[in-house]
């Protein structure tokens, strides 16, 4: 009979022994709740102990967390509008003001709560700065600014948020295609602009060149010409000198001269009279003396009699 009592006690025990007892992940925090109400924080790892059945334990991370805050549109000093969004890190510090703020729904409802102080204050701190400062390399005194926002008012949710980091700056959509139609007639205009130059340059190069080759035809020209005069006054000169010297053998010259032009040509055929002087060196083997050079007859050709 005693047994029937005592191993039913020893569960019973060993039930409300293993009630009591809960185990804190060096990766988290815990809170003890009685009813809703705090009655333990365990931020340390290792063994925790609570009563069994009326208390709860609830963890939280003891992790730094990230949060992508949603794009905000926001007016700058400038009157120009950007798309702007950040990133931030942050860690619960105090449970009990965390869990008094967020309630029940934990780490989801402190994102959120989070996500709305960035997105107020990225609006108010990015207003009153200009666009070379929000796209700049060096903007950190903005996200500084934006960060001592965001500290202040995650004390109130017992958080600490460790960095915030603009991570998106851009045109709106609305201006965004109205931006790159601008750049583009923008190249457009300079291409024009240096197509014209170039063709510019191109006709000035062309009339240069041009002016130089009429130039140096010109002057090849001119040069022709008193080479080609010199040429027949000195050719005029040997010549006098030449019929002055020996006018017998001048005129002998030129007769053959005139049987070589009569000669010329397909058409060989002469019609002339048999006592014509052109013949004179032709009938004799003295030429006649002091003759006057024989100038060569025109060539009439010889028509053949019409077929029967």
Same mark, same amino acid.
């Given at each position: ?6 191993? &039913? ?21 815990? !809170?003890?709740?009685? /009813? ?17 059945? !009326? ?9 730094? #967390?990230?949060?992508? $805050? +949603?794009?905000?549109?926001?007016? !700058? ?9 950040? /990133? ?11 869990? +008094? ?18 997105? +107020?204050?990225? &609006?108010?701190?990015?207003? *009153? ?5 929000? #796209? ?26 460790? =960095?915030?980091?603009? $991570?998106?700056? =851009?045109?709106?959509?609305?201006? #965004?295609?109205? $931006? ?5 007639? %923008? ?5 024009? =602009? ?5 063709? %510019? ?20 020209? @001119? ?12 050719? *005029? ?7 002055? +010297?020996? &006018?017998?053998? /001048?005129?002998?010259? @030129?007769?053959? $001269? ?8 397909? *058409? ?5 009279? &048999? =006592?014509?002087?052109? /013949?004179?060196? !032709? ?26």
């Amino acid at each position: 009979m005693r047994a029937m009592y005592v191993i &039913p006690a020893v569960v019973l025990v060993g039930v409300v022994a293993l009630s009591s007892v809960f185990i804190v992940d060096e990766r988290k925090k815990a !809170l003890v709740l009685q /009813f809703g109400q705090v009655m333990q924080v365990k931020q340390t790892p290792g063994l925790g102990f609570k009563v069994p059945f !009326l208390q709860d334990v609830v963890y939280y991370e003891d992790r730094i #967390l990230g949060l992508q $805050t +949603q794009p905000v549109e926001v007016t !700058l000093l400038s009157d120009r509008r950007l798309v702007v969004d950040a /990133f931030a890190r942050w860690r619960i510090v105090d449970l009990v003001t965390f869990r +008094q703020a967020v309630g029940a729904s934990g780490e989801e409802r402190a994102q959120q709560l989070l996500g709305n102080i960035l997105t +107020q204050a990225i &609006p108010e701190v990015l207003g *009153n700065a200009t666009q070379d400062q929000v #796209l700049s390399l060096d903007r950190t005194a903005l996200m500084t600014q934006i960060l001592t926002i965001a500290k202040r008012e995650g004390a109130a949710l017992g958080i600490d948020v460790i =960095d915030v980091r603009l $991570t998106r700056t =851009d045109l709106p959509e609305q201006n #965004l295609e109205a $931006t790159f139609a601008r750049m583009r007639a %923008e190249r457009q205009r300079e291409a024009a =602009d240096e197509k014209a130059r170039g063709g %510019e340059a191109a006709q000035r190069v062309r009339a240069s060149a041009d002016r130089t080759v009429i130039e140096l035809t010109s002057d090849a020209k @001119r040069q022709a010409e008193v080479i080609r005069g010199e040429a027949d006054a000195e050719r *005029n000169r040997i010549l006098a000198e030449a019929y002055g +010297q020996d &006018p017998e053998f /001048f005129a002998f010259l @030129r007769s053959l $001269t005139a049987y070589e032009t009569s000669l010329k040509g397909e *058409n060989s055929s002469i019609v002339m009279r &048999p =006592d014509s002087e052109f /013949f004179d060196y !032709l009938r004799s083997n003295e030429a006649p003396v002091a003759a006057a050079p024989v100038e060569a007859p025109v060539a009439a050709p010889v028509v053949a009699p019409a077929a029967p």
